[in-house]
């Protein structure tokens, strides 16, 4: 296993040395490249909604995320003072699945 992802590293890392043949990888291997390429919140918006969040839409220059604040009790006081819910909406209940016509 460690093998494989020694062998996967190497291929994706700038300073390895290119190989002569690509050889043929097994399942394992790919489940690995998988794992190691994960998309960062801000790309997988952009590439799902078509929106780029990270770019400012008076300047259009590049944005940087400087902090995130995860404490529950800061993030309603925040949302409080902006005017927006602090409380997540009640969950409707459950729908009764939809009844089949019987037609005897």
């Not at 494989?4 to 190497?10: H, T």
């Not at 043949?21 to 998988?34: K, M, Q, T």
């Not at 998309?39 to 969040?53: G, K, N």
Request: hydrophobic residues 45%; contains cysteine.
């Amino acid at each position: 296993m460690w093998e494989a992802y020694r062998r996967v590293k190497a291929r994706l890392s700038r300073r390895a040395a290119p190989r002569p043949a690509p050889r043929p990888v097994g399942v394992g291997v790919l489940l690995l490249l998988l794992l190691l390429h994960r998309y960062s919140w801000a790309e997988l918006l952009r590439r799902v909604f078509a929106i780029d969040v990270l770019t400012c839409p008076s300047c259009g220059s590049r944005r940087r995320l400087i902090a995130l604040i995860t404490d529950p009790p800061v993030l309603r006081k925040i949302l409080r003072h902006l005017g927006l819910p602090a409380e997540p909406p009640a969950l409707a209940p459950p729908r009764s699945p939809p009844q089949m016509a019987f037609g005897y």
